[in-house]
DNA sequence: CGGATTTTTGGGAGCGCTCCCAGTTAATTG
DNA sequence: CAATTAACTGGGAGCGCTCCCAAAAATCCG
């Protein structure tokens, strides 16, 4: 049984509220007792009662990261990962704790319904002080859920809504910017792979190739069009539909739907990037590692990771500074083998 | 303001205790009285709050994963994301929070103290009810913590001492086998990638190899083993610290290790598997898209996840369970094209 | 050096919930 | 139908902490 507050105030012949001083940092102690109640606090490894102490200050130095995807493309790609990573880092540097809510769908429990069970119980019992979203389709029951229940959150990507706190990466000018690549080697029979596009990411990167496209006078072919679902097995059947209209070049949405749209190339005995040539996005590892490498649109992934964090503990913290807090990282061309270079 | 028990309790006209009864299920409450408190809660969506339910109960719901692995392997290695997901899905199935804690020691306060801080923070703090670990080196402080602290805890992996519940894969087995079926192709020159020799699984794998060797009568040669880090290229600098032995087969403990190994054999000017046959550990799903395809040692990671998960909430709700727990799960050769297929 | 400040300190109240113990009310039984 | 017994219900105490307020001690100043 650890200590409680009170023990060590007896040990150190002060009194419960002075004790809480100490290990609160207020002023008003006397450093000959700050002292004495310091060595018995590290005597006794004491350490406060988190529920207790958040039943009192009503915080409790939790944050949520949920990401609320269908699990297929979640745990193939490894963006998820190194955002991961950026997440806790910040949270670790902020001495906040992190609580992860995945779901899968795999099971009953994990339904629509369920999830929203879930989003509650989260939310309203106070589990945490804020929240970090990545990945959620526009549709999904946690931002009603967040929005009404008002809980701080930022967003990872970005959703239409006035009280939205967002960090995003300029998805349009990133895909617009690959697009712009093929145009300049020549290409004009360019088809895009999209991502699901009940994500604004998705939306954004096929805005992108409009806008490249539009740009250059180029009429927008419908059937050069094809939605995936940012994981490869998606990229593979969509380069698949692709196919019979015979695109000289593909911008995938991902990277992980590129190297499906190799595979399917690869079976279809065509040449990367010979016969067409294939971009992608993200710049995740495997991108530099399939054959031929990925050209494709980096993004700091992990640091938008961080800034999320970091925005939602300066809203936590400074809750009355007024406004909404966006944010939009650029993103950058990594040029590699796989759209070769064709002279003009 | 979310509604609290006392306010549920005004509105539906009976006290604090009775709507404490029919939130938790207990019996004793007569069926129209109880009909009458749920009408209420479903319209006030009354949710318990945590902090005070587990002040009073001492129970969070919320249990702990914990990888303290320093980080360039973590995230690259697709590893952690198939447990994690078998840890989430577990965990809600259960109903039970998860909290994650990464250590990527690339900031200051991610150094082993401010490590062990959190460590303290989280378990004395009372955060969680028990916690899951993973990868962590065998002399990583989480484990004499967790011990004096009397957390309940699960290891995937596996740890000696006598009260260390874990799930494990059988590594021994599993790198035999990989080292049997390279023996049986008529190898006699086998080498192998370890990885970090501070991790058990690494010793174990390396211990598979060593009894596979044995048993075939042939004599063990230090120059045909180098150290790795599980990662890409730790598996890349070893395979090129082996290429002057020789060696016309190379077992690495890791998928990404032989993937690294895989680019420093390509870049010797040697084929695979025509001038060395190549043997990876896990099957991660990059282990099929690299050229050649990886053959490999298959663990059932994601259940692994589950089922430390289940163990752990075995362990917290019938405290009186005696015994430690212990499950080791059999691994599966993967056969593919990286190690030929040679006529003896 | 005594009153007016200012700095320290202690204790009560309360955060929202569970659990135990009585007190009520309803059901059973001979 | 009175006496038991069982099924419900309400309220107090307490989980460990913070915060406020007032009391006590230390400091100041003319």
Known sequence: MPPTLEEVAKLAGVSRSTVSRVVNQH??????????????????????????RSLATRYTRVIGLIIPQAVTTLFTDPYFPVLMRGVADACNAHNYHLMLSLFSHRRVRDSYAGQDLLYRQLLRGRYLDGVVVSSAPLDDPIFPRLLEDNVPF?????????????VDVDNVVGARMAVEHLLRLGHERIATITGPLNMFAAQDRL???????????????????????????????AMQRLLP????????????????????????????????????????????????????????????????????????????????????????????ASCGVRVQ
């Open 27 to 52: 002023p008003h102690v006397r450093p000959e007792v700050r002292e004495r109640v310091w060595e018995v606090i590290r005597q006794t490894g004491y350490q406060p009662h988190a529920a207790a």
């Open 154 to 166: 930022v967003i990872v990507g970005r959703y239409p809504h006035e009280r939205a706190n967002y």
């Open 207 to 237: 805005e992108g190739y409009r806008q490249a496209l539009a740009a250059r006078g180029i009429p927008l072919d419908e059937r050069l069009i094809a939605e995936g679902d940012f994981a490869e097995q998606g990229g593979r059947t």
């Open 245 to 336: 209209h015979q695109p000289t070049a593909v911008f995938a949405a991902s990277d992980m739907m590129a190297v499906g749209a190799l595979k399917a190339l690869r079976e279809a005995g065509l040449r990367v990037p010979e016969d067409v040539a294939v971009v992608g996005f993200d710049d995740v590892p495997l991108a530099s590692m399939v054959d031929p490498p990925l050209t494709t649109v980096r993004q700091p992934i992990e640091q938008l990771g961080s800034m999320a964090v970091e925005l939602l503990i300066s809203l936590l913290e400074n809750p009355n500074t007024g406004g909404v807090h966006r944010v939009v990282l650029p993103t950058e061309l990594v040029i590699r």
